[in-house]
């Protein structure tokens, strides 16, 4: 059961963004790294062996693009989780000032 009540740790949030940072960084770098290993060429000149090499390449690209989306879903997530952490912090020093008033 609820008690309505929203409880956040900013410091927390800030660590998550971090850790969404760090993990884009090594997925991009990853995917760089490797990038050169997906590269298939033909075995010859034949349609069919023309026609693997296509798609694996194709499927190569798709890949990379999807991990690159990834990365900057992850980098915008990160992002978002920073301004709420600074919006938290912000709310919270207006209501202590109340208070001391």
Known sequence: MSTGELNVDSGELL???SDLDRLADELEQGVALHR?????????RD???TTAAATFGGVAETFTD??????????KIAAVLR??????GAV???IEGTFRL
């Open 66 to 75: 999807s991990a690159a989306a990834g990365v900057h879903e992850l980098r």
């Open 15 to 17: 660590r998550a963004a």
């Open 47 to 49: 349609e069919v062996s």
């Open 92 to 94: 919270e020093a207006d």
């Open 83 to 88: 301004a709420q952490a600074r919006e938290f």
């Open 36 to 44: 050169p290993s997906l590269v298939v060429q033909a075995a010859g």
